[in-house]
């Protein structure tokens, strides 16, 4: 009996030894080292957005929870996958909003009008960027360039109509 205890406990330790070593075999990308370097920047303490990391071994994909503080869109919370490109910075991190939300420049599948994550991204910008973007969506919304149309319209034409129908969507009424 204790014989194939000792064994057991010889066997966990082999495979946690093995496992380290594998782990620290992992090779790093070039975009991981850029993306460590974007995280530690990151300074997130006087903005409205949140940054969840599930996973510590991926940091390529993350949650930003954005909070507005004021505004059309005070006191809701928004949730945005971020999903970091394996040729980043050379292309754009994609984002996906994951609550749903009435936002001229957010369409019904979660998918995110702003420019710097289409034609307008370099690699000299960084995950900052991105996070000053989202959070301008909520501050000045953009009904200029929509994804959701009909939001585009109410928010030009009708703007209490606009704050009503935010509302309703973010009581989960929609």
């Not at 205890?5 to 975009?31: C, F, H, M, P, S």
Request: proline share 6%; glycine share 4%.
């Amino acid at each position: 009996m204790i014989r194939k205890q000792l064994e057991a406990k010889i066997t966990t330790i082999k495979q946690e030894k093995e496992d380290r070593a594998n782990n620290n075999n992992k090779k790093k990308e070039g975009v991981d080292y850029r993306l460590e370097k974007d995280l530690a920047e990151l300074d997130l303490k006087d903005t409205m957005c949140t940054l969840i990391i599930s996973d510590k071994d991926n940091l390529r994909e993350f949650v930003l929870r954005v909070q507005p503080k004021d505004g059309y869109f005070q006191s809701g919370s928004f949730d945005f996958t971020v999903n970091v490109p394996t040729d980043y910075p050379h292309q754009p991190p994609k984002v996906l909003c994951k609550t749903r939300v009435y936002h001229p420049n957010i369409d019904e599948q979660g998918n995110v009008c702003l420019n710097i994550l289409r034609e307008d991204w370099r690699p000299v910008l960084t995950l900052k960027a991105v996070v000053y973007g989202l959070q301008l969506l909520f501050i000045e919304p953009n009904p200029d360039d929509p994804l959701n149309k009909e939001a585009a319209k109410v928010f030009r034409e009708d703007k209490q109509q606009f704050q009503r129908t935010v509302q309703k969507y973010m009581r989960g009424a929609y």
